[in-house]
């Protein structure tokens, strides 16, 4: 689902047919959402494909924008550039629930973990969302996070204040789960954000500044954005992808404030063939093919924030003070 900001000609690349990370044939995405008085929190999970991902893992790469973060999983993603597990999105108290839940359905699918294979790396990523939910209520358990995962599915996505977006704040206004995708060439590249940052006077919408009323707030609070593509890429690749994000943080006016735990890792579903000799075979794109991939990475990090502010609810802070989205100020 799509806002209704009329873009023009300020995006370069069309849209897939969802304008979301499930346009990428075999990604599936669910949430779970609390919303119980002053509890309002949640998981989002994101596969990567249907199958056991600790025995087929997906190439992957991530990059630390600001590392204002508690997230776990990421520092084996970085050094083996591979993802084993779904990824969990959820609020900063919910790490441990999260983290509890992968590696149990992990254990289930491979008995063997910890016994005589290796242990399972499982990712889960954060964000604050203190300023509605009451996170000190550590309200979200692991069933809450298997939940998200079992409601996987390819279909258009919810977005705005859903599963771990419900209590997520974006430049002062509600924010959450946005998501969008760009065609390019043969392949896709998608991306969703779990969005919780920016100053309240930075921000802007297809480049222009939006003058927004309120009590000014600091660029903290943390984004997550995960890249999801079908091209034939390496964790190299997918770690340069991944660093586009801060280019289309940028255009909504962020600065990667001092307080703001920006992560962005990217995945492709393209794995390479392990053959009985124990080699690896895949086809890589070269690198001078990136460049449309980077300009996608860009204008999908870009909308998939939009789309997370457009479609929020405009929820009240835990200090009482109203809330609004972003549909609410540009419609008047």
């Known amino acids: ?8 000609d300020w995006w370069a690349l069309p849209a897939g047919p969802q304008n979301s990370i499930c346009d990428v044939a075999g990604v599936t995405l669910g949430h779970f959402t609390r919303d119980e008085g002053s509890v309002q929190t949640g998981f989002t999970a994101i596969l990567p494909h249907q199958g056991n991902l600790f025995a087929d893992p997906v ?30 999105l959820t609020n900063t108290f ?11 359905r992990a254990i289930a699918e491979n008995p063997a973990i910890g016994r005589s294979t290796s242990t399972v790396n499982a990712l889960v990523l954060e964000c ?33 204040t859903v599963g771990a977006g419900r209590g997520m704040k974006t430049f002062g206004l509600n924010g ?24 309240r006077s930075e921000l802007r919408v297809l480049g222009q500044r939006v003058p927004l009323s309120g009590e000014e707030t600091r660029d903290k609070g943390s984004i997550i954005i995960t890249y999801a593509t079908d091209a034939p890429l390496d964790s190299r690749q997918l770690t340069r992808i991944s660093r586009r994000a801060a280019a289309g943080l940028g255009r909504l006016g962020s600065h990667l ?6 992560i962005a890792l990217a995945f492709t579903t393209k794995r390479p063939v392990k053959g009985e000799d124990g080699l690896l075979t895949t086809a890589l794109l070269d690198d001078d093919a990136l460049d ?17 502010m457009w479609h929020a609810t405009p929820l009240p802070g835990r200090d009482g003070k109203p809330g609004a989205s972003l549909r609410e100020i540009l419609k008047g």
């Not at 000190?136 to 977005?159: F, K, V, Y």
């Not at 998608?190 to 920016?198: E, H, I, M």
């Open 128 to 160: 604050n969302d203190g300023r509605v939910n009451d996170i000190q209520a550590l309200a979200l358990r692991p069933s809450d996070a298997q939940a998200a995962i079992d409601a996987a599915s390819p279909n258009p996505p919810e977005q705005g």
């Open 257 to 262: 404030g001092h307080g703001s735990g920006d």
């Open 59 to 88: 190439p992957a790469g991530a990059v630390v924008l600001n590392g204002f973060g508690k997230s776990a999983g990421l520092i084996q993603l970085i050094e083996l550039g591979e993802i084993e597990t779904p990824i969990l």
């Open 94 to 104: 919910a790490i441990a629930a999260g983290t509890e839940a992968l590696i149990r």
């Open 292 to 308: 449309p991939f980077f300009l996608a990475a860009v204008e999908t990090v870009e909308e998939a924030v939009l789309n997370a």
């Open 176 to 199: 959450g789960i946005g998501s969008a995708s760009r065609r390019v060439g043969d392949y896709t590249l998608a991306a969703l954000v779990l969005s919780n940052f920016g100053q």
């Open 1 to 8: 689902m799509r806002h209704d900001l009329d873009p023009g």
